[in-house]
């Protein structure tokens, strides 16, 4: 998990890529705009005029716009995909967060 964790915050980071609209989690749609997507801001014009009311906005859209997630780091986050671990606690009982061993910027949650 961590070697996944870190290859994609590299490719995200390193390598300016996009994440995978059916593939990743929540985390790392979290900063996304126009600096990923150049059509991003002629995206959101369109889908505000084609859905008005918002009939097919859903929870996961609502907290990329937000730029946050709606759930409050809880113990264990970082293994249940929910957040990119800051502290060991993300990182639930059995394993701590620290930096990638390739990709030292990221960060990823290693078993004790």
Known sequence: SDVYDEIVQMSLAKYEGRPHWGKNS?????????????????????????????????????QIQAKKSDTPNAPGCAVAKTCICATDSDCGPNATCGNGGFFTEAKVCRKN
């Open 26 to 62: 929540l985390p790392y749609f979290l900063n996304l705009g126009p600096e990923q997507y150049p059509e991003w801001n002629t995206f959101e014009t369109l889908r505000k005029r084609m859905d008005p009311g918002n009939v097919f906005k859903n929870p996961f859209w609502s």
